[in-house]
């Protein structure tokens, strides 16, 4: 049976203007594939409610699940939850389970819930919270969406708090084989290897060290015994000591 | 005038499974906002045809340039050439100016023009190629499509052949101020200022640090007296001295 699939939706002008460097996709990419989900796509998008609910809608209907990273803090510039709500057609309020969390943290650290952090405690119709162990506030999951934070360790947080409550497939086994030769010299007898390994993804990744022309050769599976006889194959093929 | 749009296109099975960590849209983001052009999209999608080549027609039909990262190196999984030949319809063959630039390179190295090195001068009917200084092998442009290497050193060494040849817009102009105030605090105040400049851009972006909270305000706009007037209102309402 095929994996379940997986999109990340990145939201937000500051990395498509090159000020900040989005590192939420690689972290999740690394956390879905050892979970046995495949990621099959991701989008980067603006702080625009319409272009963000289109995207949700997209995403939504064609993979099983969808993550999204960003714009959702107490600011003005902070509206992906206008945007879930008006993507699923749902009402978008202030929730009393979210505003108590919120209420207990601030009361025990001093500050005041304002109605600037109360924006953090609307959530859509119908939606679950994500638990948010470093700095309280919710994300949320609606439908197959799941609505999380874009400073990377509250992202982070709040993946290792839904992760264990999503259905894995079979975890793909990855093992790689470093050739000191370019990828020119070895891609004909790969290719021949690939073709006759279909069970198997053969995928190759140039380097350069020390004016040295490298390859590494990566093998991918969900069985390891598959991708143990393609290394071995591979290896001695290439001439490489295991 | 608006400034003209793009979107970027990173192809790779290995950047959805978690190995590798994609740089070069953040690259290409920079170099965008620095020569005018709103990069207004980002996607990434695995190593196939069919997928690929629809998300290529859906972003040139969408924005005024697309750039592509990955996928045009010697081995099987290279198929990049295939998918943009595929989207616009078009044959794709080893070309006579592609073919003599890798001859000349491969004899002055005392290499082989080999099958596998070969199939990086197919080169999709009507393009232009894109200089390669770095390992040769040329990019190439078809209609508003950029088809670059995905080797961060390639690429940036592609995005600066190309970019000269682009027509910019106005340049954006940004400034930041640094806030020892957490988000909540700021953000009334802040969204009533946002709200009186519409032709700024404010984003708010939240940080600690050594246990204090803090955020910074970027104010970005192409008219740098309104980004300047709007900085200085901010830093009088957050008692911040410039």
Redesign the interface.
Known sequence: MANPTAA?LVIG???????????N?????????SHGI??????????RIDVIADAVRALSAAYDHVFTSGGI?????DITADAIAVAFDVPLDVRDDARALMQAHYDSSG?EL????L??ARIPEGATLIDNPVSIAPGFTLQNVHVMAG?PAVFQAMVASIMPTLTGGAQ?L?QSLRVLR???????P??EV??AHPDV??????FTRDGVFGSNI?V?STDGAAVDGVITTLARLFHVRQ
Chains 1, 2 share one sequence.
């Open positions: 990340m002008d500051e990395i498509l203007s090159g000020r900040t460097h989005d590192t996709t690689h972290h999740l990419a690394q956390e879905l594939t495949d990621l099959a796509e991701a989008r980067l998008v603006p702080d803090g107490p600011t003005h510039d500050m304002n109605a600037a952090r924006r953090m400073v793909i990855s370019g990828e020119g010299d070895i891609a004909g790969l290719a690939a073709a993804s053969i995928g190759s990744y140039p990566v991918r």
